[in-house]
């Protein structure tokens, strides 16, 4: 079966740090990768996407992902976060064997120090 | 110019009162989702419709169903909730496709049982 590993639950930072949020997968097949993002009271919107092609995907707000296939890991970083980027991040996989679902991590609540 | 709309955004019901949750699309995507979020946790696929065909999770319970009269609209039915069915409701459209599996969500249902 799949599932997803976002290792860090918490993740406290200060405004201008670099950030880096950990996801890794188990599945061995073709996969579609996503990061959302659930600011506070806010719904559910993607952050960036990755479905084929280069590994590094650049998402909106400065975000970006890089998919390694060798280690099934697909880590958002940052360069220079913002005490917007409050929120909690979930990473998610779509398996091309199980036609239109994905399966999400148990998230990163990640907040910034102003 | 909302795209996935959820009503009501907040309901109150009584342990045990069937309780019925709506979800609208102007997207008109053929997949529609239903996911419970509880408090820090990750969206749990309760379950979803491709067009009209209806696909239940394995462990979704039987007091959970579900209704698509038409492409637009999808309900989430609770027969008879109990204290731990208070969550959040989300209800998310995705287009199927090679590389479509992105899925656009509404703002929530916070349902709470008293």
């Known amino acids: 079966a799949q599932s997803v590993s976002q290792h860090n639950h918490h993740v406290i930072l200060s405004e201008a740090a670099s950030l880096e949020l950990g996801c890794n997968y188990s599945?061995?097949?073709?996969?579609?990768l996503f990061w959302y993002v659930q600011y506070p009271g806010q719904h559910l919107q993607l952050l960036l996407k990755y479905f084929s092609g280069d590994p590094l995907v650049k998402g909106i707000k400065g975000f970006e992902a890089e998919f390694i296939k060798s280690k099934f890991s697909f880590n958002l970083r940052k360069p220079s976060v913002q005490w917007s980027d409050t929120a909690e991040y979930f990473c998610a996989v779509n398996a091309y064997s199980s036609a239109s679902k994905i399966i999400f991590g148990s998230g990163t609540r990640l907040s910034i120090r102003p | 110019d909302a795209m996935v709309i959820q009503n009501p955004r907040y309901q109150v019901t009584q342990f045990g009162k069937p309780v019925t949750l709506s979800c609208s699309q102007t997207l008109n995507h053929n997949v529609m989702y239903w996911y419970q979020q509880k408090s820090s946790q990750a969206p749990k696929l309760l379950f979803h419709y491709y067009d009209k065909d209806f696909n239940n999770e394995a462990d979704t319970p039987d007091n959970f169903q579900s209704r698509r009269p038409n492409t637009s609209f999808c309900f989430l039915d609770i027969r008879s909730p109990g204290l731990g069915d208070a969550a959040m409701y989300l209800c998310a459209t995705s287009i199927p496709g090679t590389q479509s599996y992105e899925q656009y969500f509404g703002p929530g249902t916070r349902l709470t049982v008293t």
């Open positions: 599945y061995g097949g073709t996969v579609n």
